[in-house]
């Protein structure tokens, strides 16, 4: 990032010679070329100026334009009163702030009132952004009484011109009869930023962060500054210092952090055109170039959010820290007989970890023991303020990091092998930053963001989550989330192994190469560094190298396809591995994304983990799944549903017998069942058969198609589930052994849920059934790309899987995934005269990776000449 030149005057341009003159009429044309002048020259100056001049060389400006204009509107002829509040009362303007105002009126005459109008006329003619409230004295005090923000507003009122005299009655009022004390002023502030931090789930790690209201943002700072003014009733923010609640190193620090927020708002609003404080993915590129970061796109966005990330996670920090101050000093100091010592450099005060004496961190070993006590003694929730003090005193001045200490590493294989230790402690541990400061490969990933829209959270905060999610497993207040994650974890003699794999995962991010092979690596060499076994170290190297392998084959493989499973069990090789694979899995996809996680992932990653368990449960060096006995069970199972429900069981065997093995292997007894009941009851005038439901419970619609062989079938539903913006996540597409269809397609909604709505699901029926007798055509989609998926390029690539059946053909696609993608797809397989015979479709972000198995027209693998047209012709079409 290009560093601002600090100097003593901003490079001037004479805007302030070619004001219009007081006794001119203001003409708007004038103040319009004016304005545009002064953007241009703004837009200039940021490149190398400080910015904490420009903000305020922005609002001198505003200042002497809005004299002007009341002069020339005669207001200073009235009793009344110009007054700047909110960001322009701090005398910072951003190019796309508002400009807001107060303006005192006791008097509340006609003629004010007429010439205020045409005043605030002229503003918004001028396209400035003016928020303004026409109040009395008393009006605004009565207000302030009942709104927080108003009373906040009035802390910071500063007079512009008018008449001096109703501002100075109050300036008196605001001193004498402020209506907030200041113990609810600070509870208020306080209730007002939780709720704030909520809305972005209490992370300061969004990769779309709102510069001033995300946790970390300028509100948080300005909390700060609102609750001081308040408390010691002053304007100034050195007031922090003069009063003793932060050291003037921190008020530097927090200064810094100030300074470089506003230059990356301001950026924003200069790359926007407007008032924009969201850093949209949109936005990222053109602000890393005005930031000075190079114009390599992906490259130069993620090095700037790194170094946003890291100014957020310090602001954080602060401000937790100087609220609980102010805590202290508003709202009474902790009663010191609830104090108990733990040892001799370590007390619990209330809740909070306290330490008994400043010099605590001087032996490094404190820092990782600290943590230990936390998980040692649950009622404790969090860390005294003076204590963070000390922390972060002892972080800044560590040489090397804190596991290079054989000490340290003794106490932090404590905490890791602790029952509690991977909950609050490891949580703190995090957001304190001492995380970064033990393991060296950590503190390369703070803040490592991947610009796509997959990933939610940098790659620590990910990693945190994920640590916190297999913590969840075994807690109690959790009890029932993720039953087999559960009872598997209980069961685990090296829980330790999987909370070390949950923290290796994905360390390597970041440093090109395959980030899961390095990854192993580090993990192996720490386990040996930190005296764990052989066997230890190999098991957690193993699951951080094949920490995506059961997610794949889950979402993005035929599971039902014993190939498939057999493969994946090979891998494995042991129940021990399968069961610290399955719960990190688990745990590392709730963990990328809050939308990422839903029943049909849970139901995928389930059926893999029973049918492998199945395989490595069996005695035979060469255990296979058994899929006669299966398909036995599914029959007998369906069998039992269909007589309770009154068939006759000749019935059912006839119409079975035009069914192939792969039916019932592929399809649950209650599915087996309900496609059944209604086929059996169906006049041959009534196909096709449409079914809408969800027999399992998955949490996804199944929509189920009987119908008389036909081609194109499955470009003709695709079309229309696209249509009614219905995504397919899973399709298999069997044919009876007498010239019938039977096409199972899992979906979801655009928002990931269920079809549920009886219209709705009436509709999608009436909409298929005109398509498929032809009523109507194939629906074409013309949905533009969002907003957000304009900004990713992916490279369309088809890749063909080896495969031991002889009749169908496995490829992958990759692509940019974008509306009516299967549709598309479908309808250039259906020109190539190339079958669907199943479909899997998975969405990573911007990105589509889908899995689709085909036959030629003659029900045979395609051959190469027919790989290769299909794959030029899918290519030609998606990259356009």
């Given amino acids: 990032m290009i560093q601002p030149v600090a100097s003593e005057q901003l490079a001037q341009e004479d805007f302030y010679s070619q004001w219009p003159a007081v006794a001119e009429a203001p003409d708007r044309e004038t103040y319009q070329q004016?304005?545009?002048?002064?953007?241009?020259?703004?837009?200039?100056?940021?490149?190398?100026?400080?910015?904490?001049?420009?903000?305020?060389?922005?609002?001198?400006?505003?200042?002497?334009?809005?004299?002007?204009?009341?002069?020339?509107?005669?207001?200073?002829?009235?009793t009344v009163a110009?007054?700047?509040?909110?960001?322009?009362?701090?005398?910072?303007?951003?190019?796309?702030?508002?400009?807001?105002?107060?303006?005192?009126?006791?008097?509340?005459?006609?003629?004010?009132?007429?010439?205020?109008?045409?005043?605030?006329?002229?503003?918004?003619?001028?396209?400035?952004?003016?928020?303004h409230a026409v109040r009395s004295v008393n009006d605004c005090f009565a207000q302030a009484a009942n709104d927080i923000t108003i009373a906040t507003n009035l802390i910071e009122a500063r007079y512009l011109c008018g008449d001096e005299s109703i501002y100075q009655r109050f300036q008196q009022q605001l001193v004498s009869d402020f209506p907030w004390s200041s113990r609810d002023f600070y509870q208020a502030k306080l209730a007002e930023q939780e709720q704030r931090h909520q809305q972005y789930h209490g992370t300061s790690?969004?990769?779309?962060?709102?510069?001033?209201?995300?946790?970390?943002?300028?509100?948080?700072?300005?909390?700060?500054?609102?609750?001081?003014?308040?408390?010691?009733?002053?304007?100034?923010?050195?007031?922090?210092?003069?009063?003793?609640?932060?050291?003037?190193?921190?008020?530097?620090?927090?200064?810094?952090?100030?300074?470089?927020?506003?230059?990356?708002?301001?950026?924003?609003?200069?790359?926007?055109?407007?008032?924009?404080?969201?850093?949209?993915?949109?936005?990222?590129p053109g602000v890393a170039v005005r930031l000075g970061y190079g114009t390599e796109g992906k490259q130069?966005?993620?090095?700037?959010?790194?170094?946003?990330?890291?100014?957020?996670?310090?602001?954080?920090?602060?401000?937790?820290m100087l609220l609980q101050f102010f805590q202290q000093a508003i709202l009474g100091a902790q009663d010191l007989l609830d104090s108990s010592d733990l040892d001799d450099d370590f007390a619990i005060t209330g809740q909070l970890l306290t330490a008994r004496h400043d010099d605590v961190f001087n032996d490094n070993k404190n820092l990782i023991k600290a943590f230990l006590l936390i998980a040692q003694h649950p009622y404790i929730k969090g860390i005294q303020s003076h204590t963070i003090r000390l922390l972060r005193n002892a972080r800044a001045n560590l040489t090397e990091p804190l596991s290079y200490d054989a000490e340290c590493r003794q106490l932090f294989c404590r905490l890791i092998e602790h029952p509690q230790g991977c909950g609050r402690a490891f949580s703190l541990m995090h957001h304190h930053s001492v995380m970064a400061s033990y393991l060296p490969q950590w503190q390369q990933i703070v803040g490592q963001m991947q610009f796509d829209l997959f990933h939610a959270y940098t790659v620590d905060e990910h990693?945190?989550?994920?640590?916190?999610?297999?913590?969840?497993?075994?807690?109690?207040?959790?009890?029932?989330k993720f039953p087999l994650c559960e009872s598997l974890v209980v069961a685990m003699e090296r829980r330790y192994c999987l909370y070390l794999a949950g923290v290796f995962h994905?360390?390597?991010?970041?440093?090109g190469g395959d980030h899961s092979e390095l990854g192993a690596m580090d993990a192996r060499n720490f386990c040996h560094q930190h005296g764990y076994s052989d066997d230890d170290a190999e098991l957690v190297a193993w699951l951080v190298e094949q920490h995506l392998t059961m997610s794949v084959t889950a979402q993005k493989r035929d599971i039902h396809d014993p190939e498939v499973v057999q493969e994946f069990a090979n891998k494995v090789q042991t129940k021990e591995r399968l069961d610290f694979l399955y719960c990190l899995t688990v745990a590392d996809i709730r963990a990328t994304n809050q939308s990422l996680w839903n029943n049909w992932k849970a139901t995928l990653l389930e059926e893999l983990y029973n049918a492998t368990h199945y395989l490595l449960s069996q005695n035979s060096s060469t255990p296979t799944l058994d899929v006669r006995k299966k398909i036995q069970q599914n029959k007998a199972n369906a069998m039992a549903l269909l007589l309770s429900a009154g068939f006759d069981e000749k019935a059912i065997n006839a119409l079975w017998g035009r069914f192939t093995?792969?039916?019932?292997?592929?399809?649950?007894?209650?599915?087996?069942?309900?496609?059944?009941?209604?086929?059996?009851?169906?006049?041959?005038?009534?196909?096709?058969?449409?079914?809408?439901?969800?027999?399992?419970?998955?949490?996804?619609?199944?929509?189920?198609?009987?119908?008389?062989?036909?081609?194109?079938?499955?470009?003709?539903?695709?079309?229309?589930?696209?249509?009614?913006?219905?995504?397919?996540?899973?399709?298999?597409?069997?044919?009876?052994?007498?010239?019938?269809?039977?096409?199972?397609?899992v979906l979801l909604q655009r928002d990931g849920k269920p079809l549920t709505s009886a219209a709705r699901i009436e509709e999608v029926k009436q909409h298929l059934l005109d398509v498929l007798h032809h009523r109507l055509a194939i629906p074409k989609t013309h949905r533009p790309l969002s907003r957000r998926m304009r900004n990713f390029e992916v490279k369309t690539r088809v890749k063909f899987l080896s495969s031991k059946h002889q009749r169908r053909t496995t490829f992958e696609l990759t692509t940019l995934d974008r509306p009516g993608l299967v549709a598309k797809l479908a309808a250039i397989l259906q020109r190539l005269d190339v079958s669907v015979l199943a479909a899997k479709i998975t969405t990573i972000g911007e990105q589509a990776e889908d899995l689709f198995i085909v036959s030629s027209s003659d029900n045979e693998a395609l051959s190469e000449i027919q790989k290769e047209a299909l794959k030029q012709q899918i290519i030609e079409e998606l990259d356009y």
């Fill in 82 to 131: 110009l007054i700047a509040v909110g960001g322009y009362g701090r005398q910072t303007l951003h190019p796309g702030s508002d400009i807001d105002l107060l303006i005192l009126d006791d008097t509340q005459s006609a003629t004010a009132a007429g010439k205020l109008t045409e005043f605030l006329t002229f503003l918004w003619d001028l396209h400035l952004d003016i928020g």
């Fill in 205 to 284: 790690y969004n990769l779309e962060p709102n510069i001033k209201s995300s946790p970390g943002g300028l509100r948080d700072i300005q909390t700060i500054g609102w609750i001081a003014k308040r408390h010691f009733q002053t304007h100034s923010d050195e007031s922090l210092v003069e009063y003793g609640y932060m050291t003037a190193d921190e008020f530097v620090e927090l200064r810094d952090c100030m300074n470089w927020l506003w230059r990356i708002r301001f950026a924003l609003h200069l790359e926007v055109g407007k008032r924009e404080d969201r850093l949209l993915f949109d936005f990222q």
């Fill in 463 to 480: 990693t945190y989550r994920l640590v916190r999610n297999l913590y969840r497993f075994s807690d109690p207040d959790f009890a029932g």
């Fill in 300 to 320: 130069s966005v993620e090095l700037m959010m790194k170094d946003y990330f890291k100014v957020v996670l310090r602001v954080s920090e602060l401000n937790q």
């Fill in 506 to 511: 994905d360390i390597a991010k970041g440093r």
């Fill in 661 to 745: 093995a792969d039916y019932f292997f592929r399809h649950t007894p209650e599915q087996i069942s309900w496609h059944s009941q209604h086929i059996l009851s169906l006049a041959p005038e009534q196909l096709p058969l449409i079914l809408i439901g969800d027999e399992n419970n998955y949490g996804t619609t199944e929509l189920f198609i009987y119908h008389q062989e036909q081609q194109n079938l499955f470009a003709s539903v695709a079309g229309v589930l696209d249509a009614q913006q219905l995504s397919i996540l899973d399709a298999q597409i069997l044919a009876t052994r007498d010239g019938f269809v039977m096409d199972t397609f």
């Fill in 34 to 78: 004016l304005l545009e002048r002064y953007r241009q020259w703004a837009e200039q100056q940021f490149i190398t100026a400080d910015i904490d001049e420009l903000v305020h060389h922005r609002s001198t400006f505003f200042d002497q334009l809005l004299q002007r204009l009341w002069q020339q509107f005669e207001l200073n002829k009235e």
